[in-house]
């Protein structure tokens, strides 16, 4: 019977200051001090609070525009969202800040977080990758404006694995089309991920998959666009085995050239 009464009353005691605390923070929404609801604003945000801070901020933000303050409120506002995950709201409102207040002590900061809030919204490989995009972008806008930041090295590192995200979503593209047979999109796709990423870490796969791709292109043409496919392939060929010697392809690639060759009654050494 003590237990239980130790249970229920603690059940009540917590059930009175949670009614306590929206008691308190209701009277604060409906105060007309703003000096005192800004106050309790940053207080709610630096107790990770972000709703209650966010709520306050709402209202704050047409009350000091115009001030001296409004940047500032505009600042924890956006800081706000993004303690609550909401990376869509708060790189509105850091853009809104760059574009109202581009002398702001937050500006820097702000520059760097548009590009993060994007960062965090970018979806996984496989899907849309116009985010991506928009990240990298603002990303290599803050490294630009701001070279001696310490947050650049970050900056890079982000831009980096954005970049291999979106040479994987081209690459996944190139594979499904190569995987549906049709050829002439796959070799489209990956040529481009190659041009725009020259430098990613799956290039060797990615020209691999090319010249596959333009070997089936070619052996399955029609006659009249054959040999000008073979010759592209073979073309190919030499390409990737110039890169890549000694690739973990290079035994599907030499049997590759020796089909092409003999299609094309072409004959060089390979060895």
Request: aromatic share 18%.
């Amino acid at each position: 019977m003590l237990k239980s009464f130790r249970k229920y009353g603690s059940i009540s005691l917590l059930f009175l200051v949670l009614t306590t605390a929206c008691s308190d923070f209701n009277k604060i929404v409906k105060s007309t001090d703003y000096e005192f609801k800004y106050k309790k604003a940053l207080e709610y945000y630096e107790d990770g609070e972000f709703v209650r801070s966010s709520t306050l901020l709402k209202e704050l933000v047409s009350i000091y525009r115009g001030t001296s303050r409004a940047d500032e409120v505009y600042y924890y506002y956006a800081k706000s969202y993004f303690g609550m995950d909401d990376y869509m709201m708060a790189g509105h409102w850091f853009r809104t800040l760059l574009n109202e207040f581009p002398r702001s002590k937050y500006i820097e900061e702000a520059q760097y977080m548009v590009g993060y809030c994007f960062y965090e919204e970018s979806p996984k490989a496989r899907l849309d990758q116009q985010v991506s995009q928009k990240a990298i972008d603002a990303l290599q806008l803050f490294i630009n404006l701001y070279p001696n930041s310490d947050r650049v090295e970050e900056a890079s590192r982000l831009i980096i694995e954005l970049r291999d995200k979106l040479v994987y979503k081209s690459f996944l593209t190139g594979k499904l089309y190569y995987d549906l047979e049709n050829y002439k999109a796959a070799t489209i796709a990956l040529y481009n991920s190659l041009k725009d990423f020259p430098d990613t870490k799956y290039r060797e796969e990615l020209m691999f998959m090319l010249l596959r791709a333009k070997y089936y292109l070619a052996v399955r043409s029609v006659e009249e666009k054959k040999e000008l496919r073979l010759s592209d392939a073979l073309d190919e060929y030499f390409t990737f085995v110039d890169e890549f010697p000694e690739s973990e392809y290079r035994k599907d690639a030499d049997k590759f050239y020796e089909t092409v060759a003999e299609l094309l009654d072409y004959k060089e050494d390979i060895n």
